[in-house]
C-alpha cells in the first residue's frame, strides 16, 4: 500500500473489501489530529480521547453499512470532522450548555499544549522554549474561554482545514466563519496583550 | 522573563499549537483497530457456521459442473451482472437499459412480508453513490444527485427491510448514453 493512496481510496477499501490495512493506514494518518480537535472543542483529555473513540467506530460502522458514499467534491477528513464535531456536540456540550465554557484542566495544559512533540523537529522561529511553553499555556486558556461556535473554527483553522471545509463541517456560511475566526483571534489577541507589549518593548529596546 | 510574540499573530497561534504532543492512547488505538479487525475477519465461529454449507455446495457445483462466482458485481468484461431471480418485466429501468437521460424513479416487484425498501445506487466500479431513503411502495424517487454524475454504467440494489427478515434485490444495472 503506497503512502499516495488517498484517504477516500482507503475507505472504500475498507469498506468495499474489508481491508484491514487500509483502515489502519487510514487511522495512522487522522487519529491525532482528531484528538487535538475534540481536546480543543471539548476541554478535556479523557472526555476528547472517549470522543475519538466513538468517532472512530461510527466510521466502521459506516463502512460495515457500506454508507460511505462518493461525493464529488467530498474529503475524507472534512466527513471525519464532521462526524467527531457532531457526535461532540451532541454528547458532550449539553454537559456543559450552563457554563458555556470549559474550564481547561491542568492535564492538558502539561501533557497537550506545551512543547514539540518528542522526537519531532520543531519549527525553526523566534521564540525559544521558555516563550513558546508559556504562550502556548495561555492561548490553550484563551482558546477555552471562547464562545463555542468560535472556539470549534478556531479548532479546525489550528488543524489547517480550509474556511470551505469548515462551513461544511459546521454547516455556518463561509462568510460566518470567517467572521467568527477573525473575532476568536481578536480576543486571543486581547488575552496575549500582555505579552504582546512585553514583545513590542523587547524589540524597541534592542 | 522577556517574552516576545511576533508579529504575525496568526502564523504563531498556529505555529505554537500545531506541535503539540498529545496523541491517541494505546487503549484508544486497540479498541479502534480490534473492532476494524472485526468487520474485516469474522469470527472463527461464524467462519465454521458456515463452512459446512459452503462445502455442500462447493460439492454440489462440482457435480453439476455449474460454476458460481461470487464477490465483485463487475464481470471480467467490464459489465455489471445482475440477478435474473426476479420478474425482468417489473424492474425500472429495465435491467441493462441504455437511456438517454437519468431515470425519474426505481421500480422493483414487491416483495411479500416487506415493510421497506431501501435503493442503493453504484458506479461501474461499486462504489456507493446513492442511497435512497426507506420508503414502504415498491418504487422510489431518483434523487437529483444522480443527473451531476459523469459516469455512464450504473448498477442498483434493493434492501428489503421486513419482520425477522433482511435480504437485497439485484444488483441490475443500466447505462446513460
Redo the contacts between chains.
Sequence with gaps: MGVADGDDELM?R?Q?D???QA??EL?GRH??VL??FL?RLLGD?ATA?DA??QT??KV?EV??R?????Q?DARFRTWLLTLARNHAIDEYQRKFAASRTIALTDEIRE????????G?Q??A???DD???E???GR??AAIQALPLEQREVIAL??A?VEPAAIAEITGAPRDTVLSRKKYA?AK??SA?SD??M??DH??RSS | ??????ED??Y??????????????AS??A???A???E???PPRARRLRYAVPVALAASVALVTGVYVRYGSPIADDGRVRSSEAVDAGAIVPANGATLATAPAEFQWPEQAGAESYRV?LR?AA??????SEPVELNHADVDAALH?QTARTFYWTVEVEGAGTARELGPFWFQLQ
Excluded at chain 1, 457500506?66 to 462518493?70: P, V
Excluded at chain 2, 522573563?1 to 511576533?6: A, D, Y
Excluded at chain 2, 461499486?126 to 442511497?131: D, L, Q, V, Y
Aim: with cysteine; glycine share 4%; aromatic share 10%.
Design positions: 472504500f475498507f468495499r474489508h481491508d484491514y483502515f489502519e487511522f487519529k491525532d484528538l487535538r481536546a483529555i480521547h475519538s473513540q472512530w467506530l466502521i463502512a460495515r457500506q454508507d460511505y458514499l462518493a464529488p501533557r497537550s499544549l506545551n512543547g514539540p512533540i518528542a519531532q520543531a519549527p522561529d523566534p521564540l521558555a516563550n513558546r508559556q504562550i502556548a492561548l490553550a483553522w489550528i489547517e483571534l486571543l489577541r496575549l505579552l504582546l512585553e514583545g523587547v524589540r | 522573563m522577556c517574552v516576545g510574540v511576533p499573530f496568526e504563531e497561534v498556529r505555529s505554537v499549537l500545531r506541535t503539540e504532543p498529545l496523541r491517541t492512547s484508544h488505538d479498541a479502534v483497530l473492532k476494524a479487525r468487520l474485516c475477519a442503493v458506479n461499486g462504489t456507493p453513490i446513492w442511497r451531476d
